[in-house]
């Protein structure tokens, strides 16, 4: 077991481009997260996945961003038309079930709107 | 809604020092509460958690114990080390199911 993975680690893009980040869970966790974190602040919420039902999604998931699991495994998550403000560390976690098992992080991948 | 507060940073400590780090939260009923930490460079890791109230948690000297009347769980260790220097989150988990960061308290060890 590898953890869990992001890719790319890294993405530079022009503002008004979209990109699409990667995420592959622990392969036995059911539940995946999706998380933002600027800099000097804590991981913010952004959606969940149950399998490949996407449970909640945060008010800060504004319409250009999309996410999707779509066989319970890897996610992707979207951003359309990139926005300066969207620069910030995109998170992934998985966890096996609710509840006080906590979460395993991956890396991130930090993407830097030009 | 479900909240954390955390102790603003940065703490800056000597080497050997006492550490706490306080956090409170709001939340519906008794999360299960967690400690994350990020080193410099790394991504987050659990370093503790708790599930009930009075719980301890404990893991590389840290403990952290679940007081429900006081909605606290602060973190603290009694000897640090420069090894220690890091980003420290509190996490409750909030009712839709997820967890809730704060805003990270950043720890400085000097030797």
């Known amino acids: 077991d590898t953890g869990v993975s992001q890719d790319p680690r890294h993405k530079i893009t022009k503002r008004g481009q979209n990109v699409t980040f990667r995420c592959d869970p622990i392969?036995?966790?059911?539940?995946l997260y999706w998380y933002r974190q600027t800099l000097g602040q804590g991981p913010e919420f952004l959606t969940y996945?149950?399998?490949?039902?996407?449970?909640?999604k945060s008010r800060l998931l504004s319409d250009r961003f999309s996410a999707e699991r779509p066989k319970g495994s890897f996610s992707t998550l979207e951003i359309q038309r990139t926005e300066q403000g969207d620069s910030a560390m995109y998170l992934c976690a998985s966890s096996s079930r609710t509840g006080p098992y906590g979460y395993t992080f991956g890396s991130g991948t930090r993407l830097t709107v030009v | 809604g479900d909240s954390v507060t955390q102790m603003e940073g940065p703490v800056t400590l000597s080497e050997e020092a006492f550490l706490t780090i306080n956090c409170t939260y709001t939340a519906t009923g008794y999360p299960s509460l967690f400690w994350y930490v990020q080193y410099p460079g790394e991504g987050l890791q659990l370093l503790l958690k708790a599930t009930k109230a009075d719980d301890k948690g404990s893991n590389k000297g840290f403990e952290a114990t679940y007081r429900k009347e006081t909605t606290s769980f602060h973190l603290e260790k009694g000897s640090v080390q420069v090894s220690d220097s890091a980003v420290y989150f509190c996490a409750p988990l909030g009712s839709q199911g997820n967890l809730i960061f704060g805003k990270g308290t950043k720890l400085s060890v000097k030797p």
């Open positions: 996945f149950q399998n490949e039902a996407q449970l909640e």
């Open positions: 392969s036995e966790h059911n539940r």
